[in-house]
């Protein structure tokens, strides 16, 4: 399977990714989220024809995603600390 990752929000290309939940499964999947170590924004994982991509969150997506304290931390540190990945 192919998989051609950018960020969404950015362009960034995703050259990696990590869990961040204990017991989820170690690869990427369609409905994953992700949050980008260079913007710190959200988007989500789906499966086209070409594979996994990341886009942007449906609004009713956003309400679910704004509900997950854990997720938004995780966007907190990400924002925090993302500039010593920039370099
Ligand atoms: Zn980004």
């Given at each position: 399977m192919?998989?051609?990752?950018?960020?969404?929000?950015?362009?960034?290309?995703?050259?990696?990714?990590?869990?961040?939940?204990?017991?989820?499964?170690?690869?990427?999947f369609?409905?994953?989220?992700?949050?980008?170590?260079?913007?710190?924004?959200?988007?989500?994982?789906?499966?086209?024809?070409?594979?996994?991509?990341?886009?942007?969150?449906?609004?009713?997506?956003?309400?679910?995603?704004?509900?997950?304290?854990?997720?938004?931390?995780?966007?907190?540190?990400?924002?925090?600390?993302?500039?010593?990945?920039?370099?």
């Amino acid at each position: 399977m192919t998989m051609d990752v950018s960020c969404p929000y950015c362009g960034l290309r995703l050259t990696g990714h990590a869990q961040a939940y204990a017991g989820a499964p170690p690869i990427p999947f369609a409905g994953a989220v992700s949050i980008c170590l260079y913007c710190a924004h959200i988007s989500l994982f789906d499966e086209g024809p070409l594979g996994l991509y990341l886009r942007f969150p449906t609004p009713e997506e956003w309400t679910e995603l704004r509900a997950d304290e854990a997720l938004l931390t995780a966007q907190a540190t990400v924002e925090k600390e993302r500039w010593r990945w920039q370099g």
